[in-house]
């Protein structure tokens, strides 16, 4: 079992930046691939970026590359996301995600644990 908690969203202005952590206790936090995954109001819930278990390789969603960057820290169980540039269509709810296999990248489904999430709120 893998708990999984985000920290860091809020509201701010369009053009600003934010960070979000997600903190992972319960079992071996370097064997997994973590994502991010947002849900905006009356939308599915889309894939953000993620990176793999030794950090070597990250992949981001078109809508945020170049804008926002994935990494973690295997000693604190930690990853994070940074997203500059904020646009108001980045509002939704942020979730981390772990997963067991490898070759998760993009697909919620491979992802097997699940944050509640936190609120990241872009006004214009």
């Known amino acids: 079992q893998v708990q999984l908690a985000e920290s860091g969203g809020g509201l701010v202005q369009a053009g600003g930046s934010l960070g979000l952590s997600c903190a992972a206790a319960?079992?071996?936090?370097?064997?997994?691939?973590m994502g991010w995954f947002r849900q905006a109001p009356g939308k599915e819930r889309e894939f953000v970026a993620s990176i793999t278990w030794s950090g070597a390789n990250t992949y981001y969603a078109r809508s945020v590359k170049g804008r926002f960057t994935i990494s973690r820290d295997n000693a604190k169980n930690s990853v994070y996301l940074q997203m500059n540039s904020l646009k108001p269509e980045d509002t939704a709810v942020y979730y981390c995600?772990?997963?067991?296999?490898?070759?998760?990248?993009?697909?919620?489904?491979?992802?097997?644990?699940w944050g509640h999430g936190t609120q990241v709120t872009v006004s214009s």
């Open positions: 995600a772990a997963s067991f296999s490898r070759a998760a990248i993009a697909d919620r489904v491979d992802y097997d644990y």
């Open positions: 319960g079992s071996t936090f370097s064997s997994y691939n």
